[in-house]
């Protein structure tokens, strides 16, 4: 097999995010990528290069769209800031304003706020569906709904892997009449003309790229042998019981399937370009989307100093202090570049996509090769970001 062609450009200054690119796929198996940069708004890298699938027979183009997997988060929380920047919704109101029968099962006072960050205890039904209910979002949310939280609201933060997206997308769905991912097309992402799409039209699945390798339901079992699949009583039924409530209650089927692509899933399975994220985080870096206010509060953190995530502490046994903002995974840590303002949300398999804007930069990487890593982790994008912000420490020098 011969070297890959990357295609795209670099502005000056900026050479190294593209060795970085490059040495992706020849020492980290990258099938296909593309990584965009902006600064001030404007494209300093744009590069794309490999293969749309496993066989390798479908060039990887700067359109190719592929499955970010909780690299949608994003998406799905800026949903809920521009209502709020518009005055339409309140975050500290309870979630039964705008969603009436989710006053059930205790949780007549939650506020919204606690869906954002993770805190609403509502990380799976209470049974496990079938791979079907995934795809029926009236069926998915009245069960929600109904279901009693597996902690009490606002004493913990545990991801929501799967249902924050059907959580934050009814709520907003309540309040415009438009799904999730009409509303991120009709608002965002199309005046924007970026290529991210939560419930991606047919006409544009023949640039959706393959992924190689995923994650499902078999996946998951594998990557933590003896860990009984769901239903529990209690998170206290095995200490791996989080995890498989919030990865499997809700199957998502193959996620090379038209049906997978069609459907929204907000949590994960939007289908965007690199260039299609970084121009909705550039946009945001820059004013276009929301006022100052709005974007200062997205970033605030929503836990606790020191506290941990439940979710991801089961994941990872040595966890560590997570802290979430308003949808956002925070920067504290230092995984994305050495700005700990920075926010934005990664996904499985390896992508992630965020906004500086203390450096006026945005960022986005996406590839289709499954590898690790929901938090920047994975060192495909962490030589990414290591590059980007060396080339501008460089040019500012």
């Not at 009236?138 to 924050?164: I, M, S």
């Not at 438009?178 to 290529?195: H, K, N, V, Y």
């Not at 200490?239 to 459907?263: C, E, F, H, K, Q």
């Amino acid at each position: 097999m011969g070297p890959t062609t990357v295609n795209g450009h670099c502005a000056p200054g900026f050479a190294g995010v593209q060795e970085a690119f490059e040495r992706n796929f020849h020492e980290h198996g990258d099938v296909g990528a593309a990584v965009t940069v902006t600064l001030d708004g404007e494209v300093v890298v744009d590069l794309w290069g490999g293969h749309a699938d496993a066989a390798r027979t479908r060039a990887w183009e700067r359109d190719t769209l592929v499955n970010v997997y909780s690299t949608s988060k994003g998406m799905t929380a800026l949903c809920a800031h521009l209502l709020v920047d518009r005055g339409e919704l309140d975050l500290d109101a309870p979630v039964a304003r705008y969603w009436p029968e989710f006053a059930q099962a205790g949780k007549e006072g939650l506020p919204v706020r606690w869906l954002l960050s993770h805190r609403a205890g509502l990380i799976a039904p209470r049974e496990p569906l079938p791979v079907d209910y995934a795809y029926d979002w009236d069926r998915v949310c009245a069960t929600l709904a109904a279901t009693e939280p597996w902690w009490e609201p606002g004493t913990a933060q545990g991801y929501h892997a799967v249902t924050f997206g059907y959580l934050i997308g009814e709520v907003v769905r309540r309040i415009t009449g438009q799904s999730l991912g009409a509303f991120l097309r009709s608002e965002i992402t199309g005046p924007l003309g970026a290529r991210v799409f939560i419930g991606t039209p047919v006409e544009e699945h023949a640039s959706c790229a393959d992924m190689v390798g995923q994650l499902d339901e078999a996946r998951i079992s594998e990557q933590f042998p003896g860990a009984p699949m769901p239903p529990f009583r209690s998170l206290a039924d095995h200490p791996m019981a989080i995890v498989m409530l919030a990865l499997t209650s809700i199957p998502t089927g193959d996620v090379n399937s038209a049906a997978y692509r069609s459907a929204e899933i907000p949590a994960g399975n939007a289908h965007a370009s690199a260039h299609g994220l970084a121009t909705v985080y550039g946009a945001l870096v820059t004013g276009k989307l929301v006022g100052p206010g709005t974007l200062e509060a997205m970033r605030r953190s929503q836990s606790r100093p020191g506290e941990r995530d439940l979710t991801i502490d089961a994941l990872i046994p040595a966890g560590h202090e997570h802290r979430w903002g308003l949808g956002y995974m925070l920067n504290h840590q230092g995984l994305v570049g050495p700005n700990p303002r920075a926010f934005g949300h990664g996904g499985a398999g390896g992508s992630y996509a965020f906004a500086d804007p203390e450096n006026r930069l945005s960022y986005a990487y996406a590839m289709n090769k499954y590898g690790g890593g929901t938090s920047g982790e994975d060192p495909r994008n962490g030589g990414l970001v290591t590059a980007v912000y060396r080339s501008l420490a460089q040019s500012a020098g």
